[in-house]
């Protein structure tokens, strides 16, 4: 089978970042966002994918987080659409739940081309506290920006929310990439057909 693999380079006057992944990997993280709470949801979603990711992020800090946040979402996207080229033979579809304590994330993903991104939270809605100045906005604008780079249709439900955002980030990514890893995968049935009626997943 064809690697699928690919190196995406994002330099702007706000960030530079470069991303390496390999969807075949075995879980393998190298991961520098700046931003510490963001590293270890990346690992976590990389292990529990089983993804061999690599990222190199440098962006304007001490301005705040918004911007490096978003592009590393942008790039992750853009770097998961090139690794599966024409997306013939994938399984296209997958979902995962994950708990953590009282929190339960429920991820559900189809590779459609159509970028799609909604979290809908539970009946008991707190809002997580900011840990190193990142925020639980933080984190869905950055899933937000990687949907729509990848062509991806993703929905998130999270029941309850909890005020340590570590609690409530961490089943997140970690479903995501359970996910992820499914909606990837070779499906030999499908003898490299593109799994859609349409013959075609832009």
Same mark, same amino acid.
């Given at each position: 089978?064809?690697?699928?693999?690919?190196?995406?380079?994002?330099?702007?006057?706000?960030?530079?970042?470069?991303?390496?992944?390999?969807?075949?990997?075995?879980?393998?993280?190298?991961?520098?966002?700046?931003?510490?709470?963001?590293?270890?949801?990346? $690992?976590?979603?990389?292990?529990?994918?089983?993804?061999?990711?690599?990222?190199?992020?440098?962006?304007?800090?001490?301005?705040?987080?918004?911007?490096?946040?978003?592009?590393?979402?942008?790039?992750?996207?853009?770097?998961?659409?090139?690794?599966?080229?024409?997306?013939?033979?994938?399984?296209?579809?997958?979902?995962?739940?994950?708990?953590?304590? $009282?929190?339960?994330?429920?991820?559900?993903?189809?590779?459609?081309?159509?970028?799609?991104?909604?979290?809908?939270?539970?009946?008991?809605?707190?809002?997580?506290?900011?840990?190193?100045?990142?925020?639980?906005?933080?984190?869905?604008?950055?899933? $937000?920006?990687?949907?729509?780079?990848?062509?991806?249709?993703?929905?998130?439900?999270?029941?309850?929310?909890?005020?340590?955002?570590?609690?409530?980030?961490?089943?997140?990514?970690?479903?995501?990439?359970?996910?992820?890893?499914?909606?990837?995968?070779?499906?030999?049935?499908?003898?490299?057909?593109?799994?859609?009626?349409?013959?075609?997943?832009?």
């Amino acid at each position: 089978m064809k690697k699928r693999t690919a190196t995406i380079k994002r330099k702007t006057k706000e960030t530079d970042i470069t991303i390496k992944l390999d969807i075949d990997g075995s879980g393998e993280a190298k991961i520098d966002t700046g931003i510490g709470i963001l590293d270890h949801m990346l $690992e976590l979603f990389t292990f529990h994918g089983l993804f061999d990711i690599d990222i190199a992020a440098k962006g304007d800090l001490k301005v705040d987080i918004h911007h490096t946040n978003e592009d590393i979402g942008i790039v992750l996207g853009e770097a998961f659409k090139k690794s599966l080229g024409d997306k013939k033979g994938i399984k296209r579809f997958g979902s995962s739940q994950v708990p953590m304590e $009282e929190v339960v994330a429920n991820t559900t993903v189809d590779i459609s081309g159509r970028g799609f991104f909604k979290l809908y939270y539970g009946k008991n809605v707190v809002v997580p506290k900011m840990q190193e100045g990142y925020t639980f906005i933080d984190a869905e604008h950055l899933l $937000e920006s990687f949907a729509h780079h990848l062509g991806m249709n993703l929905n998130i439900k999270v029941d309850p929310l909890s005020r340590d955002l570590h609690k409530s980030l961490e089943p997140i990514f970690k479903s995501l990439g359970i996910a992820l890893d499914q909606a990837t995968q070779i499906d030999v049935r499908r003898k490299g057909v593109v799994p859609s009626t349409k013959g075609i997943i832009d």
